[in-house]
């Protein structure tokens, strides 16, 4: 397949389905960092999964259709696009759940060390379990931005997403992994509001272990299952804490004791939602022959036009470099849930995150030039 290394913003529109607006047409879509919109593929391998598969084949479709392999099959799809190489990524459950086991498997490879040192400002799933897992491991839980963490001897693990839920502030990876390996700690990166539209160099950069979200930029749909990464030089020693049947090296033999998989295959832990990874093996069509980079620059494109076409009264809280910038802005409003919801009464949907932040994702697969200066224009007619 030819690499679309240059691709316009809205370059696919066409093979999404985007939610309504008031007026009955096509909304402007910038919520895809929340919920992505439905690629049309996504649909049709959902629908051929449920009467093509599941109706037709039943339980021989763990075999006859690949549903076994598809944890490892998927995750093969998602590496390039986090940049790793083949064998250490795999999907199946929630982000939450990944994080869990990889936070604890990663205390689990410094078990000399006392501190998990993690986002401040890091979303909620992941603040509440570092709490939880410093707790079960006995590390002392400590927090700073990821820019000013100063990791150390006594860090075991830096827990860092690849770009801020709220400000949309993309973190430098690259220096966060480079201080945490000179202090001899593991990184543990989420990639959930990078997958899909910022390239990350998993392997490149040396990132430890990584957890992703595909509902977002992905778009694999409400609930999709999440992905997590490996970095093979781990992959003999990792010692996960859901140590599910799934994960077990010979799980039909079931034998009384638990043999990890070799690799990532470990990180499996129960059956997985096979009709959320079936979903999502559709809705990665969109990316074939795709290069991160290039679908970065189209929504960076989206993000400049917005911004371009905003009124010089509203703060932006996200900066406006684009080394720095992932794929949403954020404006800093006084109502932000009447905005959200007066903008989607004029077809433009966001989401609001207390207590005063809009959010405008940039999905550049479906949205468009016209998509972002609408926003812009809508936004400023609200704010009088
Ligand atoms: C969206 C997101 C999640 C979502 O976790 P779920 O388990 O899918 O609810 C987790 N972490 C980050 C950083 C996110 O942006």
Redesign the pocket.
């Known amino acids: 397949m030819l690499s679309n290394s240059s691709p316009e913003p809205g370059w696919a529109r066409e093979q999404f389905a985007l939610p309504r607006a008031p007026d009955e047409g096509d909304a402007v879509y910038l919520a895809g960092n929340?919920l992505g919109a439905q690629p049309h593929a996504a649909r049709r391998a959902l629908l051929s999964a449920v009467d093509e598969q599941w109706a037709a084949v039943g339980v021989a479709g763990w075999e006859d259709c690949g549903w076994w392999e598809a944890p490892r099959r998927l995750g093969d799809r998602i590496a390039p696009l986090v940049g790793a190489a083949a064998g250490q990524v795999v999907v199946g459950d929630?982000?939450?759940?990944?994080?869990f086991g990889l936070l604890v498997a990663a205390a689990r490879l410094r078990p000399d060390r006392t501190v998990l040192l993690s986002d401040a400002g890091?979303?909620?799933?992941?603040r509440y379990l570092a709490i939880s897992v410093a707790r079960l491991t006995r590390l002392t839980l400590e927090t700073a931005s990821p820019a000013a963490m100063a990791p150390d001897g006594r860090t075991a693990v830096v827990a860092v997403?690849a770009v801020d839920?709220r400000t949309g502030e993309r973190w430098d990876l690259g220096a966060i992994v480079a201080r945490a390996h000179e202090a001899g700690a593991v990184v543990v990166a989420?990639l959930?509001?990078a997958a899909g539209v910022v390239p990350v160099e998993l392997d490149a950069l040396g990132v430890d272990l990584a957890?992703g979200?595909t509902?977002?930029y992905l778009n694999g749909g409400p609930?999709a299952p999440?992905f997590a990464y490996v970095a093979e030089r781990h992959h003999d020693v990792l010692d996960p804490p859901l140590t599910g049947w799934t994960g077990h090296a010979d799980p039909f033999a079931m034998t009384e004791a638990w043999t990890p998989a070799p690799g990532v295959g470990r990180l499996r832990v129960g059956t997985p939602p096979m009709l959320g990874l079936l979903a999502l093996d559709g809705a990665l069509d969109v990316f074939d022959g795709v290069d991160l980079a290039g679908v970065h620059a189209a929504s960076l494109a989206l993000g400049d036009a917005f911004l371009a076409d905003l009124p010089a009264g509203v703060e932006v809280v996200t900066p406006r470099e684009q080394a720095r910038r992932g794929g949403h802005v954020a404006v800093r409003v006084g109502d932000a849930q009447g905005l959200c919801a007066a903008l989607a009464r004029r077809g433009v949907v966001v989401d609001a995150r207390p207590p005063d932040l809009l959010r405008f994702g940039f999905a550049a697969p479906y949205v468009t030039l016209g998509d972002a200066r609408t926003a812009a224009r809508e936004l400023a007619a609200l704010l009088g």
């Not at 929630?94 to 994080?99: C, D, F, I, N």
């Open positions: 929340s929630s982000t939450s759940v990944q994080l890091h979303f909620p799933t992941d997403p839920f989420d959930s509001h957890v979200c509902y977002k609930g999440a």
